[in-house]
């Protein structure tokens, strides 16, 4: 059984930083690529950044500069740096990792169940 879990939000004042993990356990071949999302209230989910197997990266637009998004291969873990938070970045940031279980031939994506970022003074 594959499990992704996110890990390290919380309350962080205007101009703060933190840094979010995702850690991917269990019967896991491989891993191709991994992404952080997040869903403000009353507002959908949307893509925050993502990491391909080849190291290549993709931000959205309201975070280039600000955030960066890593990943270590040996930890099967993905990390989001978020610096210089804002308010509106507020909200549940999910993460998903596409994985390939032992035996299986392709991978499929798992989910974490999301952490809550607060920013406020």
């Known amino acids: 059984q594959v499990q992704v879990v996110e890990s390290e939000g919380g309350l962080v004042q205007p101009g703060g930083s933190l840094r979010l993990s995702c850690a991917a356990s269990?019967?896991?071949?491989?891993?191709?690529?991994g992404g952080w999302y997040r869903q403000a209230p009353g507002k959908e989910r949307e893509l925050v950044a993502n990491i391909a197997s080849s190291g290549r990266t993709n931000y959205a637009d309201s975070v280039k500069g600000r955030f960066t998004i890593s990943r270590d291969n040996a930890k099967n873990t993905v990390y989001l740096q978020m610096n210089n938070l804002k308010p509106e970045d507020t909200g549940v940031y999910y993460c998903?990792?596409?994985?390939?279980?032992?035996?299986?031939?392709?991978?499929?994506?798992?989910w974490g169940k999301g952490i809550l970022v607060t920013v406020s003074s």
């Open positions: 269990g019967s896991i071949f491989m891993i191709n690529g």
């Open positions: 998903n990792q596409d994985i390939v279980e032992t035996g299986w031939a392709y991978g499929r994506y798992y």
